[in-house]
């Protein structure tokens, strides 16, 4: 992303899709956080928005041939992210500094 931190204004920031299990499974979480960072959200500790990403996943129990989509909105001061596999989704809401 070549935005500044926070830069980014309102709508879709992005949207991915990965296969349910394999490699890139493993790096969803890891880019999901960097996606959040870059709009301002700040590092929660060890794997901790990532783990909070794989979570949200886990809640729409992609089955193993599957796949799994993610979508980032920035509204005002919130960032929403949403799982969705196989009709079902699972959101999250991270409040963005001022």
Avoid: W, Y
Wanted: charged share 25%; glycine share 12%; net charge negative.
């Amino acid at each position: 992303m070549s935005h500044s931190a926070g830069a980014v204004r309102n709508g879709l920031v992005l949207r991915f899709s990965i296969p349910a299990s394999g490699d890139l499974r493993a790096i969803a979480g890891e880019l999901a956080a960097k996606v959040a960072e870059q709009l301002g959200v700040r590092a929660q500790g060890e794997g901790g928005l990532a783990t909070a990403i794989e979570d949200l996943a886990g809640r729409v129990e992609p089955p193993a041939d599957g796949d799994l989509a993610f979508e980032f909105h920035k509204v005002d001061r919130e960032l929403t992210i949403e799982a969705r596999c196989n009709g079902r989704a699972s959101e999250a809401r991270i409040p963005l500094p001022d």
